[in-house]
C-alpha cells in the first residue's frame, strides 16, 4: 500500500551511520535537535542573502537528515524520554516555518501559477502543520494506524530539497504545499473512520 512507504528508511543506514560516532562521543540528542534548527536557519540565510537555491536544499537536506539523527542517538544511548520527543517535534515545526518563511520573504510579492507566492507558502504551512497535528491527536485518543499518507514531513522535505537543487523551489514549494493539504485531508478523513469504529465497538 502506498501510504505505508516512508523516505526515511531509504537514509536509516546513513542516520545509524553518523548516529553511532556521536553517540559513543556523548553528544546528548537535544544538542543535535537544535543543531538541526541551526541548520533550518543557516538554510534560510542562504536563500535570503545569496540567493542560492541549491545551497539551500542542501542545507534543508542536511537539517532533515540530522532531526533523525536525534532520535537515533537518543535510542543508542537510551535517552529516550518524553521530553526529548516533545522538544523535537517542536523544534520541527519551528524549523518548518523558518523555511517556508524564507521562501515567502525571498519572493515576496512574486505571482506564481496565478497566486502569491506568500499565499502558497500559507497554504504550505497550514497543510504541513494540519498534517503533523491531526498525526499527533489521533495518536492521544487512540488512534492505531496513524503513520499514513504520502506527504509526511520526511517526503515534504526531500520533495521540496529535490526540487530546490534542480533551482525549480517555487514548483517545490506548490507540490509540497498540495501534499501537505491531502495528506491532512487524508489522514482527517482515516482517523475519523478508525475512531467511529472505536466507539460502535465500544
Not at 53 to 71: A, C, K, N, T
Amino acid at each position: 500500500m502506498p501510504s505505508r512507504f516512508r523516505l526515511r528508511r531509504v537514509f536509516q543506514g546513513l542516520v545509524s551511520w553518523i548516529a553511532h560516532p556521536l553517540a559513543q562521543a556523548g553528544v546528548r540528542p537535544n544538542t543535535i535537535t537544535y543543531f538541526s534548527l541551526f541548520l533550518a536557519l543557516l538554510a534560510a540565510l542562504s536563500l535570503n542573502i545569496t540567493n542560492s537555491q541549491i545551497m539551500f536544499g542542501i542545507l534543508v537536506f542536511l537539517s532533515g537528515l540530522f532531526d533523525g539523527v536525534d532520535g537515533a542517538v537518543a535510542r543508542e544511548q537510551k535517552r529516550s524520554s518524553d521530553l526529548g520527543a516533545f522538544t523535537d517535534s517542536v523544534i520541527d515545526k519551528v524549523s518548518e516555518i523558518i523555511i517556508l518563511g524564507s521562501i515567502a520573504i525571498e519572493y515576496s510579492g512574486y505571482i506564481f501559477l496565478n497566486l502569491q507566492v506568500e499565499l502558497w507558502v500559507f497554504i504550505a504551512v497550514s497543510g504541513w502543520l494540519l498534517t503533523s497535528y491531526s498525526r499527533s491527536r489521533a495518536s492521544h485518543l487512540g488512534v492505531k494506524d496513524i503513520d499514513i499518507g504520502l506527504g509526511g514531513r520526511s517526503e515534504r522535505l526531500f520533495t521540496l530539497v529535490a526540487f530546490s537543487v534542480l533551482s525549480q523551489l517555487l514548483w517545490g514549494l506548490v507540490v509540497t504545499a498540495v501534499m501537505g493539504v491531502l495528506t491532512a485531508g487524508y489522514r482527517f478523513y482515516k482517523y475519523q473512520n478508525e475512531l467511529s469504529h472505536q466507539r460502535e465497538s465500544t
